[in-house]
């Protein structure tokens, strides 16, 4: 159940991240480098200026899907003065340094030069920057609905062509199963991390090319289990009642032997899913799974890892404890779901 509840969180996460976000940009890319690999809980006064260049304007609903498109530049301020219908600025340089720069009030208010104070904000990054600016806990949210996404579509791919496969090779035995075995045990031998390269670099670097990689080097595991569950059920008294009724094979195979093995699969299910996420991770931090500016854990880390042995480790630590976070629910869902389904305890 606790791992129920993590993952039903993340999944809340993934669907509303730009609604919940510090920074709603899309894909949590707005970069301000003078602040950058800061440490968590850092606090900066910013100046908004406006930017003709970003008119966009959206709904709720896109701003959850896509993001929401900022028509502000956020300027790093260490301090500000107002000087008749000017704002002298302080221009956070670094820690020690600043340049002044000066800015027309009515300009940055859009002529109501009494609303200059809501052009002054603070924000605080509760993870830190990366090296790039960028809040790190925003990115983080983002990149829920990249792991979730990625574990979803591959294991309803590996389902799909494992329970397929698996079954006919139970049912019918002989030549099919000989084949498909063959099959099963050829892409057993081929270490997974290595498949996923050749099928990644088949198909090209991004997004869905994921799916496709990891879905199609989890399908193995699910095969040979449905494969053995069917060998034992197709035995039974009820699949011999079926067939004795001259039901068809296809029958027989949807309506009566899959449902009574639907337990294992979930299982299984909930492994690969940890698995994915895991397969997800390590091919961006290798860069050839989902490309920047997209967050992904895995290439928050590669971006970041260099601060593991400088003055800021937990820019790269943040990613690693959300990924074993999640795939541990995983895990424990499985094995709820593993003492839930066995019906001899």
Known sequence: MAGL????????????????????????????VEIQAKHPGYSQQFLKIPDATHSFKSNWVVTMIRGKQDHFRYLPISGYRIHQDSLIIHKYIDQDTSAIQYYSINQLTNNHSENIAQNIIFKKYWLGTDKFG????????????????????????????GIISGA?????????????????????SIPTLLLVFAITLALGKGFWQIFIAVGLTLWVSVARLVR???????????VQAARALGFSNVRIIVKHILPNILGPVMVIAASNFATAIIIEA??????????PPQ????LMIKENYNFIITHNPMLALVPGFAIMLLVLAFNLLGNGLRDAVDVRT
Do not use: H
């Not at 967050?295 to 895995?298: D, H, K, M, Y």
């Open 5 to 32: 509840v993590v993952i039903l969180l993340s999944l809340f996460i993934a669907v509303f991240g730009y609604l919940i976000a510090p920074d709603n940009s899309p894909n949590a890319d707005l970069q301000t």
């Open 134 to 161: 960028r809040d790190i806990l925003s990115r983080l949210i983002i990149g829920t609905r990249v792991s979730l996404a990625v574990g979803l579509i591959a294991v309803i791919i590996s389902l799909a062509i």
């Open 168 to 188: 006919l090779a139970g049912y019918y035995r002989g030549k099919t199963d000989a084949i498909i075995m063959w099959l099963l045990n050829v892409t057993w």
């Open 228 to 238: 053995g569950q069917v060998l034992a059920i197709k035995e039974l008294e009820y």
């Open 282 to 291: 390590g091919l961006s931090f290798l860069g050839i799974g989902v490309q």
């Open 295 to 298: 967050p992904s854990w895995g």
